[in-house]
């Protein structure tokens, strides 16, 4: 099954390449040996050992560590080693639940290899065979990933927001969906991989919501991300996820997610066993 | 959460007190220091080292494998080391998708702490708030887990059936559900542990399916292995799980997926990353 072949671009991770990143006594993400060389000319932010990049243990809360790595973070964007600042702050810990130790701007999260957060959420019509589901297709001038296929709406889980008003707020934003409707969307758990991209380590939670959309409804892009829009036969969509790779890469785990839930695909089918297994880490 | 002690409950392993067992060059499983010494009693048909049991290598098919092994727990039946015969052929190797290195008794699978299959059917009329999940509750004289709250249907995976027809085969005999019905229902993953009961090591992937019931189905067991059936609402089910240890072990692990993936669970709420991955290894 060469849906295996989506699975397996989300678990490509030379693990010797690294060394771990550590706030506070706690391994919080991965740097590359490169990149740890890099970090040794901001002593005042990182302790860099041959086995470990550590923050300077001085910083000792959320505020000092933030504002270091922040000031790290201009130098490094000067020099163009981080590039595509998004003004986004991204919380940095172990535990999703737990206050974070620090905050770092969204474009230098893959390169300290820290675990991010995001909402994706499966927008359908209809049940079986006929089920369909919305599929967009990302702006050519995106960043990350520029004319990949994608969810209907998924987005990046910033710091201070819920992770249902993150749905709700990006459902306007990305499809125009009126608040009403994205509150009916479901949690349906996540997907999650390591896995080493053009930006960096992505070492990530997807959560997974699944929306059941009224057949008139037809998505408004808001803010520019999204080419277009197509409503596709969920057979479509499985031949596409499994002959190609035009889905981005974390779509098409969570939408081979989708298919497992929702029984599109057969346990008696080789390649199950191991598809599922794939899904999280 | 307390759902977090019903996870918990499937990752009880004390590796240490454990070597693996090896068929054909390939680990299939886990015996305990114990087990092992009394295998050297067999030498015809195991090779006990101290850091690993084989099967001896002169045994070079699955016949072969099978014989020798079926002579050994007959002796092992006999002195009371294996109980509860059930004349199950259960197949032993490392994909569940290859043919079997071997075929063994079920009721010495944990002995041997061999990856077993299993089919778990969730019975449910409704949707959302309103869903009803028909529960079982286990005869007082059942081997295993006797008086425990059970699925409507769930049976181990014998060789040589697919999983389907297994499906419908136990939805008959354990709630009486003709094959059309029975045949609607939907596979949705399967949840995975390794942990350590009475009977052994329990290695197992339940393969998960969900069936919509129409309002008025009413179970009939007709194997004599359930002694009542409930239909239960959701947040009864959801209190029951987090609150008592009175579902089976693996069922209420099925239970906490079927939550998580009909999104009774919130992914906001704290807890809901561990659980979520509590439910596969």
Redesign the interface.
């Given at each position: 099954m060469s849906l295996l072949e989506r699975i397996e671009t989300c678990r490509r991770w030379n693990r010797s390449r690294y060394r771990p990143f550590q706030v506070a006594g706690q391994k919080v993400g991965w740097v590359t040996h490169d990149f740890a060389r890099r970090l040794k000319d901001f002593p005042k932010a990182f302790r860099v050992s041959d086995v470990a990049v550590e923050m300077a243990p001085g910083l000792g809360d959320f505020a000092q560590r933030s504002a270091a790595m922040a000031e790290v973070l201009a130098g490094l964007s000067a020099d163009g080693t981080v590039s595509g600042w998004r003004n986004e702050p991204y919380p940095v810990g172990t535990?999703?639940?737990a206050p974070p130790l620090l905050q770092m701007e969204r474009a230098a999260v893959p390169l300290f290899g820290v675990r991010a957060y995001g909402v994706h959420i499966n927008g359908f019509t209809g049940d079986g065979a006929a089920l369909e589901l919305w599929v967009a297709k990302r702006s050519k001038t995106k960043q990350t990933a520029p004319g990949k296929l994608d969810h209907l709406v998924a987005g990046g889980q910033p710091l201070g927001l819920?992770?249902?008003d993150n749905v709700v707020k990006e459902c306007g934003e990305e499809a125009g969906m009126m608040p009403a409707l994205a509150r009916t969307a479901?949690?349906?758990?996540?997907v999650?991989y390591v896995t080493e991209r053009v930006e960096g380590l992505r070492n990530d939670?997807c959560?997974v919501y699944?929306v059941a959309l009224p057949a008139d409804f037809r998505p408004v892009n808001e803010d520019g991300e999204i080419e277009e829009f197509y409503l596709w036969r969920i057979d479509q969509v499985r031949t596409r996820l499994s002959e190609t790779d035009d889905f981005k890469f974390n779509v098409a785990l969570v939408n081979i997610d989708f298919l497992?839930?929702?029984?599109y695909?057969?346990?008696?089918e080789?390649?199950y066993?191991a598809i599922?297994?794939g899904l999280?880490?």
């Open positions: 535990d999703f639940y819920s992770l249902m479901r949690p349906a758990g996540f999650s939670i959560f699944d497992v839930r929702r029984g695909l057969s346990p008696d080789p390649g066993v599922v297994e999280r880490l």
